[in-house]
C-alpha cells in the first residue's frame, strides 16, 4: 500500500513528500527519525492475509505488534487473538477526518482485549456466550 495524495489526511506518519511511497517504509522511517523509541523497527512487505504463517512468526519474535492495516475486522480479531495467545502486547491505530485514536491491550492473561472486553480468557477459547450474545463477538464481526 502506497501514500497518496487524497490520503494523506488520514496518515499521521508521512507527509505529501511521501506521496507514492510505501506505507510500512514511511512509517518506520518517521519512527526512526523522529521518536526516541529504544526498540529496533522492522518494515516487512508482504501480503498480510496471504502470508499469514510469517506474520505469525514475525508476532512471536517481536515484544509487541503495532497494528494500523486497514484490511477489515477479521483481520483486526485475527491480530487480536494471535497476540492475545502469545501474551505480548497490541497497539491499534486508526484515523477519523483529522483526529487519531490508539488502544492499548497488554496481551496478558486475566486482562481484556479488543474484542473481549468483559473476557479475560483467550480469545480462541471463547465460549458460546461471548461469541453469540448481544454486542458479542460475532455481532461485531458482521457490523
Known amino acids: 500500500d502506497v501514500y497518496d495524495a487524497n490520503n ?3 496518515q499521521c506518519l508521512g507527509c505529501k513528500e511521501d506521496v507514492g511511497l510505501r506505507k510500512v517504509d514511511v512509517a518506520a522511517r518517521s519512527l ?10 522492522e518494515a516487512v512487505h508482504c501480503d498480510v492475509v496471504v502470508e499469514w504463517p510469517r506474520v505469525v512468526e514475525l508476532a ?11 484490511v477489515g ?12 495467545e502469545l501474551g505480548i502486547p497490541l497497539i491499534c491505530g486508526q484515523s477519523f477526518g483529522w483526529k487519531y485514536m490508539v488502544e492499548m491491550y497488554t496481551g496478558r492473561e486475566g486482562e481484556v482485549c479488543a474484542f473481549c472486553y468483559d473476557s479475560t ?3 480462541f477459547a471463547a465460549n458460546e456466550s461471548a461469541v453469540r450474545r448481544k454486542g458479542g463477538v460475532l455481532e461485531r464481526l458482521q457490523a
Not at 509487541?64 to 486497514?70: A, Q, T, Y
Open 8 to 10: 494523506l489526511t488520514r
Open 32 to 41: 526512526r527519525e523522529r521518536h526516541c523509541i529504544v526498540s529496533e523497527v
Open 60 to 70: 512471536r519474535r517481536s515484544t509487541v505488534v503495532f497494528n494500523g492495516i486497514d
Open 73 to 84: 475486522l477479521m483481520w483486526d480479531y485475527c491480530v487480536n487473538a494471535l497476540c492475545k
Open 121 to 123: 480468557g483467550s480469545a
